[in-house]
Structures are given as C-alpha cells and as structure tokens.
C-alpha cells in the first residue's frame, strides 16, 4: 500500500526540518506533505529543503483545515497524520502501520503518562477519555491525540465534519466508531515540543467545553440527554410527593420540573435522529 505523511505547520521552522529527516530514514514514505497554514517565518522554505511536498495556505484557516488540505490532495491508500513540532517520534509509524495492516481502520498513538505538557491538559484529556468511553461503550485511551494512521478512503468520508480548529482528532475518532469503523491504539511517548506552543489557555478552556459537547452529539445525542432527562423527572416526582404528602398540593415547581424532563427527552431524540441523518451512507 502507498504510505502518506501529513505534518499540518504553522511556524514550525525550528522543528519541521529536523522531523522530515526522521521521516525519510525510515524510508516507508511515498510522499511527505507539509501543509504550511500561513506560517510567517521559514517553515516553507526549510519543508521544501529538506524534500517534503509543501502546499501552503495563504493565512492561517487552523490545524484542522491543513488537516483537511492533506488529506486531499494525499495519493496514499494509508494516510499517517503527526504534528511537525518534534513531540511525535517517526519511529512509531511502522507500530501504526503494523496495526493497519491488521485490518483496523483507524490506529491512534496515544500518549503514556508523563507525555501531557501540563496537569491541566492532562486532567481535561483524562474527561475526554472518560466521555467518549462512555457514549462508544468502547475503551477510547486517547481522544485528542493527533498522531494517527487511517485508511484514506474512510477518513475522506468525514471531511465535511471536521472542524477547521484544533478538535480534528476528537471529531474523526468519534466519526470512525458512529461508521461502525474499526479502531484502536498504541501507546507512545509525546516528548516537549521544539518552539512555541500554539495553545491558548483562556480560548482552550472555552474549547474543553465545546467538544464535550461535541462527543455527545456527534456519537449519541441521546445517551447525553437522558440521563438529564431521568434526573429532572425524579426531581419533579420527588418534589410532587413531598408537597403532596405535606401540603396536598401540586405545585408549579413540579410541572417545571416534569416540562423540562420531556422537553430535554425529546431534544435528545430529534438530535438522534440529526445524527443518524449525518452518517447516512449515500453510497
């Protein structure tokens, strides 16, 4: 099979040279793509030195969007994605592509303890896992790791999907397991990258929350919604009897409560129904 790399770059000049070395020693590649998202200082010229494909971006459209500029213009039957800033070591691609050949259809390097760049990520990643765990009802280790194999045809199925920031990971894993694709993982070590990190603590904060919320509704709306659901109404029953019992009465905190069980019950299932529309096979 024709192998790919993908290395999305943005300012990446001290690293990327460095990394496409790696890469060639290895010599399993038919092609390195560099996808320069707007970069201001040398990562082009210094991508292109050292004999990797560059297509660069005329500003910056973020890792997702140069994810998706790879991945279309890849010629390769697999397609093995990694970051250029030197975290991911390129002597774990035949490991990834080991497991492919295997049959799975989507194979994710997933970082070891000691690998997060803080407690904070480490915690947020922890949720994360734990989460998707929860909706698949498969064990996810890894779920924002961007260093990852996948069967190219498959993965280009979800492109219309994925977001142009830095959630591309979350939201192909969670794309391969609603296809009923196969996934699984291998453990790496992620080491310091090399330059300036792009991440931004306040905007990732707000991020944490919304891909939360995206794992809910890109899997099964519904197993987030009913939880919420079965506790409003227990609530209001709770609140019923009580009032019942001690006043006789059935009061307008009860009705709220009971209006609002149904009203998430059947916003969970609409959005079921929204997802399942997303993933229909138009084939």
């Known amino acids: 099979m024709k192998i790919s790399i993908v290395l999305p770059a943005k300012n ?3 690293a990327i040279g460095q990394t496409i070395a790696k890469i060639q020693k290895l010599q399993i590649a038919n092609e390195i793509i560099v996808v320069n998202d707007g970069s201001t200082d040398d990562t082009k010229q210094v991508a292109k030195r050292a004999g990797a494909i560059v297509v660069t971006h005329p500003y910056s459209k973020g890792n997702g969007a140069a994810i998706k500029t790879g991945a279309r213009i890849a010629t390769g039957d697999i397609i093995v994605f990694m970051d250029a800033d030197g975290q991911h070591d390129p002597q774990d691609i035949p490991r990834l592509l080991d497991k492919i050949n295997e049959g799975y259809d989507l194979v994710v390097g997933a970082r070891q303890k000691g690998s997060q760049a803080s407690l904070g990520r480490g915690v947020a990643n922890g949720l994360y ?3 998707a765990t929860y909706m698949t009802e498969q064990k996810v280790e890894d779920l924002t790791s961007g260093f990852r194999a996948v069967r190219a045809d498959k993965f ?4 219309y999907l994925l977001p142009n920031g830095f959630s591309y990971p979350t939201t192909s894993t969670m794309a391969f397991f609603r296809a009923g694709y196969s996934v699984t993982y291998i453990p790496i070590h992620a080491a310091k990258r090399i330059g300036k990190s792009h991440i931004k603590p306040i905007k990732d904060g707000v991020r944490f929350f919304l891909i939360i919320f995206k794992i809910a509704t890109l899997f ?3 197993k987030m919604f009913l939880p919420i659901a079965i506790l409003l109404f227990l609530m209001a029953t709770g609140w019923y009897g009580y009032t019942f019992i001690n006043y006789n009465r059935f009061t307008n905190m009860s009705a709220l409560l009971y209006t609002g069980s149904v009203m998430i019950f ?12 997303m993933y229909k096979d138009d084939k």
Do not use: W
């Open 220 to 222: 099964s709306p519904l």
């Open 266 to 277: 059947l916003m969970g299932l609409i959005s079921e129904q929204i997802t399942a529309l």
């Open 12 to 14: 990446e000049s001290a």
């Open 129 to 131: 896992n734990g989460l």
């Open 156 to 159: 280009r199925e979800f492109l």
